[in-house]
């Protein structure tokens, strides 16, 4: 497949993108797919072969590629926002944390839970209902409030998924200036907790796995 989706706009490419994933993995057939895109290359390939001036340079998993890139064009190929790249190899639920210990109640009394936590815990609260995250905690709401704690939480601008890439985390992170975000399974339970710190250190993991690998 020769550049199949050069010609279509940026939206349309990502639905076709995930279709094409899709198809490859019910007919589990290989495709030889030729790209100058190096996102279109990771998203789709399980293997990418780069070529400089004619010649094969370095063939190998996308992890790889990013991570130990064989010389300087390639290098410069993928990007000094390779790191960011391989975010978007991974989900969220190889970074996540299970069973995590900043919950509360939404049914607490917020009086209570001023008198039962700092509030440096309390700022990094999740409030779940019947085990659903419903928010978290604002503390000024809770100080004006004698009530339930979840009438004093602020929903989250999203929800994080199981299957949400790693790099689609880190820009809701971003751009709602929010350290962690709870994780929520198909049914919308809490199923763990992902921040900054969980995505950063499964890159260094990444990396340092890529590292000790040999092969070219």
């Known amino acids: ?30 495709i030889a797919f030729v790209t100058h895109d190096i996102h279109e290359a990771i998203k789709l390939g399980d293997r990418i072969a780069i070529f400089q001036q004619g010649r094969l340079i370095q063939y190998n998993t996308p ?19 390779r790191a960011v790249k391989t975010l978007g190899l991974y989900r969220a639920y190889e970074a996540i944390r299970r069973n995590p210990d ?9 009086l ?23 928010g978290h905690i604002d503390i000024d709401a809770l100080k004006n409030k004698s009530t339930k704690v ?26 709602h200036n929010i350290r962690q975000f709870p994780v929520i399974d198909d049914n919308g339970d809490l199923a763990g907790v992902i921040s900054h710190d969980d995505i950063r250190r499964r890159v260094l993991k990444i990396f340092d796995d890529c590292k000790s690998k040999t092969g070219p």
């Open 1 to 30: 497949m020769d550049e199949p989706f050069g010609a279509i706009d940026p939206v349309n490419r990502g639905h076709i993108q995930d279709e094409f994933l899709d198809i490859q993995s019910k007919l589990k057939k290989t």
């Open 63 to 81: 992890e790889i590629i990013l991570a130990r890139p064989a010389n300087q064009f390639i290098s410069d190929f993928v990007g000094t926002d």
């Open 102 to 110: 900043n919950t509360i109640q939404g049914s607490m009394n917020s």
């Open 112 to 134: 209570i839970a001023l008198d039962s936590f700092s509030p440096e815990d309390l700022q990094d609260m999740i409030v779940i209902q019947e085990n659903k995250p419903l």
């Open 150 to 175: 979840k009438d004093a939480a602020t929903a989250y601008p999203v929800l994080i998924r199981l299957n949400d890439n790693l790099r689609d985390v880190m820009s809701h992170m971003l751009m």
